[in-house]
């Protein structure tokens, strides 16, 4: 087994949430599995380990993709926004931090510091990135792809804990196929994590949240340039916060039982449930990415084999498997253990009863998927098909307090009645508002416990 208790990794914990108890003959399993991590850093450190920063922090490298398609000097404010929030951004980094800047169009091409090698930041590495920042300008297409593929080559090029992306694009990825993007991001899976973002109103919603869904980062609008630096700058401190990559949860199910889904369900809706990678008997590993101190909820479907009254069964086991050097066997990290049962009883009271996390991120998982049916009813023209749409979700959000949803689905419809759903689709809607509510539909609130 490897030695967590000398590593800077963060503590887990897996909590488990759910009605256990089944009618006579019932098979389906719902369960909240929440995660932890809490005090990484130097946590338990004596000296700094093989290929760890020199302060005992997590090593890591960034690599940083910046849109310099033509569509980025109109208007002009825009590439230069962008060239300030790259400086920002730059500026955020740990020293010892390896990066690299990318200037993307339809081809990929290095910007600093070249030469197919990472810089590690210091006062002399960041000051030469700001200066060479000055050569980005505006020409050409876009190929997300081809900066994708570069940045996972510089990008393995550094012996690291943690590999990040941070990409900025303003327009469609019309210099390649949908299928190339697709075999770029499967190639890239689990290589690095990355966080997309679109500035402006011209580019697809769908193909920056495909980016960061498949590199398990986040994806947002930044609808005026301006506002960019300010959100790459939060960014990268997250992504400086981040102690451990490669962390997956591990589901067991004895003989039997069946996985019908695994989905992240806080802080945002993710279906993790055809990444599955087998783990042995009975076993599958889900990525979750990379962590730092942070907690996140998962949503586990399960159907067990139906059995009689007074019958209890182990229905799933829940465990984190965190990389370490040395452990190439995937060993469950300490303390992580979490178990979901099946009771089967005649009380119907206690059979019918809905656990309150189970049916909460449930209404945010249907939450997500009816903005998006809505908004694409209303893309269509099928005014009553939207209406019904964005009215369920107004509901929901009402109902479940996301506050900050509510007030993106105002701005696309007038409510009459939250509490029933009734609204009226607004006849003018500023696109910025709509590609807001479409990048932001999977933001949950978390479960009030």
Known sequence: MADFAKSNVPRFSVDVYQNAYLP???TEVDAIVTVTATGGGTTGRAVPASGDAPDGRPSAAVALMVDCSGSMDHPAAKMRSAREATAAAIDTLRDG?????????????????????LAVADAVTRDQARRALRRLSAGGGTAIGTWLRLADRLLSTADVTIRHGILLTD????????????????????????????VGTDWDVKEVTAVATA????????????????????????????????????????????????????????????RRVDAGARAGDYPTGSWGDESRDYHLGLTVPPAGLGREMLAARVSLVVPRPGDTTGTPHPGTQGLVRAVWTDDMAASTAIS?????????????????KGLDLRKAGDIDGATAKLGRAVQLASASGNADTAKLLAKVVDVVDAATGTVRLKTRVAEADEMTLETRSTKTVRVKK
């Open 97 to 117: 931090t390896h990066f690299a800047v990318i200037d993307g169009t339809h081809l990929a091409k290095e910007v600093y510091p070249g030469g197919g090698r």
């Open 215 to 274: 590199l398990l980062g986040t994806a947002d609008i930044v609808a005026d340039p301006a506002d960019l630096a300010d959100d790459f700058t939060r960014m990268m401190e997250t992504a400086m916060g981040k102690e451990v990559a490669g962390v997956s949860l591990r589901v067991w199910t004895p003989a039997g039982a069946t996985i019908r889904f695994v989905k992240q369900v806080a802080p945002s809706v993710a279906d993790l449930t055809a």
């Open 171 to 198: 327009g469609r990825n019309e210099h390649e196929s949908p299928q190339d993007l697709r075999a770029t991001l499967e190639a890239c899976a689990g290589r690095f994590t990355c966080d997309a973002r679109g």
């Open 356 to 372: 309150p996390q189970v049916a909460h991120y449930t209404g945010q998982a249907e939450l997500a998927q009816v903005i998006q």
């Open 24 to 26: 006579e003959g019932g």
